[in-house]
T-cell receptor, first 112, second 114 residues
């Protein structure tokens, strides 16, 4: 089992460019999450999904969109990147009956 | 709004020392408290606590929860350089539309010198 994987690992964007981060999990988990991690601020929830075809906003959703067309994949989109979106992005997944979230290795995004 | 505060924010010790990391929380509908260790990359799960006063232990690490005073501690005895990491505390909300949402603290950066 690969667990939770994220693509790409690193990316540099210019202000205004768009991109999509891909998260894939092979554990058949229902719930998936996107977080961003900034220095001194822990992890903050961007969006989450409780099942295929469903998404919901987290703490810091502005500037991001998500889609969960397949159960194993959760996509995070930036339509028009801004320097404030420079961060490390983590995806996580879990089973509804188990509280432990399993994290991917992260994507380091820099917006110039 | 759910809130998790960890202290200290950073800690430098020498190998063999014992450390205590603190986590206090405010959550509208508490379900569980989780501790994670983060070394460079993805956070890895350490403990999940749901009941007060029951210690969870794994090797040199242990943790306990106090639901009356709304805090948890993570203890590491006989620290080693491999314990150097960021330790994250998170609380899960069980209520309504927040169900399953984890709120993280800022993390404690632990550095263990040889």
């Amino acid at each position: 089992n690969a667990g939770v994987t994220q693509t790409p690992k690193f990316r540099v964007l210019k202000t205004g460019q768009s991109m999509t981060l891909l998260c894939a999990q092979d554990m058949n988990h229902e719930y998936m999450y996107w977080y961003r991690q900034d220095p001194g601020m822990g992890l903050r929830l961007i969006h989450y999904s409780v099942g295929e075809g469903t998404t919901a906003k987290g703490e810091v959703p502005d500037g991001y969109n998500v889609s969960r067309l397949k159960k194993q994949n959760f996509l995070l989109g930036l339509e028009s990147a801004a320097p404030s979106q420079t961060s490390v992005y983590f995806c996580a997944s879990r089973d509804p009956g188990i509280d432990t979230q399993y994290f991917g290795p992260g994507t380091r995004l820099t917006v110039l | 709004e759910d809130k998790v505060v960890q202290s200290p924010l950073s800690l430098v010790v020498h190998e063999g020392d014992t450390v205590t990391l603190n986590c206090s929380y405010e959550v509208t509908n508490f379900r569980s408290l989780l501790w994670y260790k983060q070394e460079k990359k993805a956070p890895t799960f350490l403990f999940m606590l749901t009941s007060s006063g029951i210690e969870k232990k794994s090797g040199r690490l242990s943790s306990i929860l106090d639901k009356k005073e709304l805090f948890s501690i993570l203890n590491i005895t006989a620290t080693q350089t491999g314990d150097s990491a960021v330790y994250l505390c998170a609380v899960m909300n069980a209520g309504g539309t927040s169900y399953g949402k984890l709120t993280f603290g800022q993390g404690t950066i632990l550095t263990v010198h040889p």
